[in-house]
Nanobody, 125 residues
Framework: QVQLVESGGGLVQAGGSLRLSCAAS????????MGWFRQPPGKEREFVAA????????SYVYSVKGRFTISRDNAKNTVYLQMSSLKPEDTAVYYC??????????????????WGQGTQVTVSS
């Protein structure tokens, strides 16, 4: 079992930046590949970014490439999502997730066994 707690969400103007953090506890953090997903209002949860156990491999949904960066600090049991050049369409609840069965990166929601409670990101125009 692993517990995930997101933080860093908030209200920001279009073009601004935010850094989300997800702190993990309960299991050896480096055993988990990590992902960020988001759920816009009235829509399904969608993949945003993922990072491998070691941090050596990352993947992104096309709409955030070049604007978002996922990273992790295994010594601090934390994964980050640096978001820049934010757009109103980035407005969503952002969730971090942990996958203990796959060492690479996955965009598949069903691959992730553990989820945080989410943090709201609102981008105003």
């Amino acid at each position: 079992q692993v517990q995930l707690v997101e933080s860093g969400g908030g209200l920001v103007q279009a073009g601004g930046s935010l850094r989300l953090s997800c702190a993990a506890s309960g299991r050896t953090f480096s055993r988990f590949a990590m992902g960020w997903f988001r759920q816009p209002p009235g829509k399904e949860r969608e993949f945003v970014a993922a990072i491998s156990r070691s941090g050596g491999s990352t993947s992104y949904v096309y709409s955030v490439k070049g604007r978002f960066t996922i990273s992790r600090d295994n010594a601090k049991n934390t994964v980050y999502l640096q978001m820049s050049s934010l757009k109103p369409e980035d407005t969503a609840v952002y969730y971090c997730a942990a996958d203990e069965n796959y060492s690479g990166t996955s965009s598949l929601r069903d691959n992730y066994e553990y989820w945080g409670q989410g943090t709201q990101v609102t981008v105003s125009s």
